[in-house]
């Protein structure tokens, strides 16, 4: 498809309350993630996969290696192949833009 929206996505619950919409083209991947408040994503590493993203809406902390930030709407982020990473949301729903080279075979 050349355009799309969420309905045109394949969607899934994870972890019980976290929507997740999933489009993979050939070499790329994006996966738009909608959070419930108080969420906490354990560090973990993609060891075949580049990923970047952006904050659509609320706030976000993030630890790529040894550093961390707190994200804003409109902030970007990038984990480099093999590093380790975590992230978890505050007292708000938040929306988050993940892009996967090359797709993750577990979110076809």
Do not use: A
Not at 15 to 42: A, C, H, L, W
């Amino acid at each position: 498809m050349q355009f799309f929206n969420t309905e045109d996505m394949k969607h899934e619950i994870v972890e019980g309350n976290v929507d997740r919409y999933i489009y993979t083209g050939d070499s790329m991947q994006i996966v738009e993630y909608r959070f419930p408040p108080n969420k906490v994503f354990p560090e973990h590493k993609h060891d075949d996969h580049e990923q970047m993203g952006r904050l659509i809406k609320g706030k976000m902390g993030f630890k790529v290696g040894n550093e961390e930030r707190i994200l804003l709407p409109g902030d970007f982020y990038h984990v480099e192949k093999g590093v380790m990473h975590s992230s978890w949301t505050f007292n708000e729903e938040s929306v988050l833009l993940d892009i996967f080279t090359p797709p993750r075979d577990d979110l076809k």
